[in-house]
């Protein structure tokens, strides 16, 4: 049942509440609500309602008549009632949400007029005429509707005209007279719309009809206004008599040319390539072209829709010839042969091919040319031959012909992609409903917003609802899910498996072993990696790329569709042997990625690490699972699974420590109970810098204490220094600052003893922060002053440095210079993705704005703080807490109760972006 309010003015004055029309009660109530519909969203003052509704004879008392009436049709609008709104001496009708088919048909008509398709305007164009019920407004004796019906009446007037002009330029001239006589019947007076039926009478050679219909429009104009026809009619009727070849419409010999299949379903979501396409082969330049893409992706229907429109170019034909039965290329040119009706001659169709395309102007669409790639060279003979012949080919793979020109299909834009899977699940099953946009946009990322993947799930909607689908396919079930397709179809475009397996089945057996392989990454994966899990060559690779069952990935390297790692994974599965062993090779592989990348993570090269880590975090995690799983043949058990969480770890606290990554620590730890103390100590050491940053601090400084045991011993003393001095920044963090001052001052030491082998910004950073809790200024300023003179040409680490010390001025009473420090570091942090950092900077800009006499700034950004921090899973340690409290407590406290809620209220609905450019607009 349709659902909401829906007011129809095109025609009487009708009411839909939840698709049941609404009792609006007598002509003086219904003419409230026309005038209310009428000057919406406009206040109408009692006033000018009772002029509109009575006139200078309105009733004793209008205000209570009108008191009555509203309420009456509160009660006929049901749940919708609180749209008629009371608003001082003057009633309004709040449309937001409501459909009006007025504005409905208006929005039609203006798209249908702006369609360069008539196919398309056509059919916006109908579905706005078949809105009206009548003449505009009809019944409704207002003043105010008469300009607004008058307005209507003459935009369906140029509806009507839209729809005139689409018929002709489809050629549908014969269909168009019949209904264009009754029009011009009802509008004897509009030019426009009498000429449209002289044209269409003359295009179906009816040239008398056509001309009395200009005469007899003639003698009535003259008869009404003592005018002549207008300058266009005057043309056209002079066109007609000539019997200009320009009026023509050559409709059945157009349709005659196009050799092709007939569309069932509209094309969704591939205009570009369709009018790039008929654009390159309009070029006399330009004479070969092929689609090409993985498979699902819609290389034929676009081939098709490029060939239709091309056909008024081609006198001699478009022709569509299949290949996807053949498997010898040496029966592709008896296939053309065929399709053309071109007969042999002594055994040889090529001849007769050449000597039938040569003086043709004609478009040959070969569709699924793959498994006869090697009729190539009988494409191009036929080409040099045939100088009038343009060939359109569809292939997995391209030609590698001389002026060849491919168009590669990309996957459908995301809005296309929905439009395509809900058109085709209500052609399955008109009752389903409207899902909502993410779980819809997540199904669709899943089958990887390929036409084919979504047509045939959609197929499923009468069997499952959206829900059950998505946990199908995150369970990586696509395949299961896309099949049983339509019985017409071929057997390839009947399941998503078997589509995928076409063009897997035209690889050599050892490649197709090594492509199977490749099913063990997740994500993706760069060149040296595919050769050490799958022992795929670049020549491999690029082979599988040319066939499109690899695609870039961004960034670096390639991927596999999800929908084809799926089926490659499969195929793995196939032979448990293969299997085991590429994905101990995928886990060994990314387990050394992982232990290389902790000392890029801390040097120069940290961004492209991140990078890089970004990119593998699935395949590091399907690492993960496979280590944990093998663990006990480790030796000791469970040291690899270990090595590679503590590797990530640091990773992970640069980039999500909130995440179900970290997990993994204590999960590693426990699997790893025998490990080396090294090992282990990292791991604690990763564990404790994740829960610190979590806001678990008491958790935290217990890993922290742990990892410093551990690693105090250490060979590699830099271990030891940068455990120390977790452990003491945890230890100020949870509010023991004297304590965590002696261990900072230790770890210092340590660091500065190394020479150079381990910065000392970190630790300097971490005392200054314990200084500012013990209200030692001077110390804490000396201390990040040390960090800029020591981190200059390191960008991250100054505005890391200038943060700090934006403290440090307001605790010296310098809010004017804390401002600055912010001005140099806040957007440095954002470059970065320093998200943690960033909440930090809106406790010192809260902190600012107090000094500012801005408390009620301080309270929206202390509780965006919080909501940034509730984001990342993290809760406030007590250090921070207690800084808090001291700089912005009382004076958030002092606010009035009801400024303090809505301050507090604006800063919970900011996301951390938007905080942060509300703190820099206020306050930089």
Known sequence: MDSGLRIGVLGPLEVAVDGVVADLGGPKQRAVLGVLVALAPEAVLVERLVDEVWGSGGPANPLRSLQVYVSALRSALGPYGDRLLNEGRAYRLDLSGVEVDALRFDELVASALAEPDPAAALTEVDEALCLWRGDAWSGLDVPVVVPRAVALAERRLAALAARARA?????????????LEQVVHDHPLHEELRGHLMLALHRCHRQA???AVYTAGRDLKATETGLDPGSDLQALQAAILADDPALRAEDVELRARRHLPAQVTRLLGRDDDVTGLVDLLRDPEQRLATITGPGGIGKTRVGIAVAHRLAADHPDGVWFVGLDALRDPRLVARAVADAVGVEEVAGDVVVPLKEHFASRVALLLLDNFEQVDDAAPFVAELLAAAPGLRVLVTSRVRLRLYGEHVRVLDPLPMDDAIRLFVERARSADHRFPDAPTAELEELCDHLDRLPLALELVAARAGEHPVGTMLAQLRARQALDLAADGPRDRTARQQTLRDAIAWSVDLLPPDLADRFARLGAFAGGFDADAA?????????????????????PRPGAGFRLLETVREYAAERLAGDRGAEDEALDRHAAWFHDLAAASVGGLRGNQHRAWRGRLDRERANCRLALERLAAAADRDDPPGVRLLRTAAALGLYWYRTGPGSEDTEWLPRALA?????????????EYALAICLGEQGRAELAHEHSRAAYELLRDSVDRSWAARALNTYAGITRDIGRAEEAAALMDEAIAMRRSLDGALGVTVALANRAMTALDLGDVDRARECLEECLRTEGEDELEVALAQAGLADVELAAGLPDAAADRLRASVDVLVAHGQDYRLIECLETFAALAVQRGAADLAATLVAAADRALADEGAVQVPADATIRERRTGAAIRALDPGIRAAAEARGAELDLPAAVALARQRLL
């Open 167 to 179: 018929m002709l330029a489809l050629g549908r001239h014969r269909e168009a007279v019949p209904w």
């Open 531 to 551: 050769e050490a899990v799958a022992g795929a060559t670049a020549a491999d690779i690029e082979t599988l790329a040319r066939v499109n069952l690899l695609e």
């Open 671 to 683: 699997l790893a109970p025998d490990a080396p103390p090294e090992i282990r100590g990292q791991a």
């Open 209 to 211: 009809e056509a001309l």
